[in-house]
């Protein structure tokens, strides 16, 4: 579901059903790197819809955090720390964040949510109906490890 | 007295504003009168058809489409991507089959279940539909899914809106 008023209303009426909340983490820059910066931002940005459009039922897209490339790792983590332990008050039993930005394998043991990084690929180039390709493809990995999550705790 | 043809001073003027009143009212109450019945006069909007692949790809087995229409939310335009399980039925016709599951709106997968190789699933809650998209009782899909106006022309299958059943 998306963070959208029409759909929260189903979120808060069907809570039992939705336990995962998906993060995009999306870095911000206009010194350096601002073109790779942007890149990782639009891709991160194109993969979470489109989980969200064949999970809807069960994810919860909140919106993306943020942070300056400047920032260090440790204020990140700090950071996006309080978001998690916020989605998991509220009930969600996975978190699942979503990032191109390498930086943020670091800190993946301090994290409760599952990390998953992904190299942003160049888009730019490619007509639609490869991109359309490219991304399913791509997402095929993603719902994998999504439903292998859910998957496992159900056993655990 | 003024002869019969003749028109009065007062009579002129009358007719004067009369006639000036009355353009104003109808240049006030006609837009008025065009708003209130223009959701009559609208045209339906056209159902937009979209192609979505050969007739002649078309087999037995459930194959997943991928297709972009244009949809406008308030102002903001965006091409949305939509997905139509396409299969032919025993009768030989052509079935296309919305993947939005009727419970919370997942994407169903056909036979992604080991357990459940003839039918569609949704990974989100387990839910089952037989391969006509009826959904199985006692998982958590209460409707079919929903089934797409379709039309061939020179051989090529074009997908317009998923109706409900």
Redesign the interface.
């Known amino acids: 579901?998306k963070w959208t008023e029409s759909d929260i209303e189903?979120y808060a009426k069907?809570r039992e059903?939705?336990d995962t909340a998906v993060v995009p983490l999306i870095p911000i820059s206009l010194t350096s790197n601002l073109k790779s910066t942007v890149s990782m931002g639009e891709y991160i940005n194109i993969i979470s819809n489109?989980l969200e459009?064949?999970?809807?039922?069960?994810l919860l897209l909140v919106p993306a955090f943020t942070y300056l490339q400047s920032e260090t790792q440790d204020s990140r983590t700090e950071r996006f720390k309080k978001i998690e332990d916020e989605l998991t008050d509220g009930g969600m039993k996975h978190i699942i964040t979503l990032t191109s930005d390498v930086d943020w394998k670091q800190s993946e043991e301090h994290l409760s949510s599952g990390l998953l990084w992904m190299p942003a690929i160049p888009l730019e180039h490619m007509d639609?109906q490869h991109k359309?390709e490219t991304i399913?493809a791509q997402i095929k990995q993603v719902?994998q490890f999504v439903?292998n999550k859910?998957q496992s705790s159900i056993k655990g | 007295m003024a002869k019969k043809k003749e028109v009065t001073r007062r009579q002129f003027l009358n007719y004067s504003l009369t006639g000036v009143g009355g353009f104003m009212a109808a240049g006030m109450l006609m837009p008025m009168v065009r708003f209130a019945i223009d959701p009559l006069l609208k045209e339906k909007s056209k159902q937009d058809f979209v192609p979505v692949m050969e007739t002649s790809e078309i087999t037995n087995q459930p194959v997943r489409k991928?297709f972009?229409i244009d949809q406008v939310d308030g102002w903001y335009e965006s091409e949305v991507?939509q997905s139509a399980w396409v299969y032919k039925d025993e009768k030989d016709e052509i079935v296309a089959l919305s993947p939005?599951?009727k419970?919370?709106?997942?994407?169903v997968d056909w036979a992604s279940n080991p357990a459940y190789p003839d039918q569609f699933f949704?990974?989100?809650?387990a839910g089952r539909y037989t391969k006509d998209g009826v959904n199985v009782p006692g998982t958590?899909p209460l409707a079919p899914l929903d089934v797409y106006n379709k039309k061939v022309e020179n051989g090529k299958l074009y997908l317009g809106k998923p109706e409900p059943r």
């Open positions: 579901m189903v069907e059903y939705v489109e459009r064949q999970l809807k039922g069960r639609e359309v399913s719902l439903t859910w | 991928e972009k991507t939005v599951c419970h919370l709106g997942c994407t949704c990974p989100c809650h958590p």
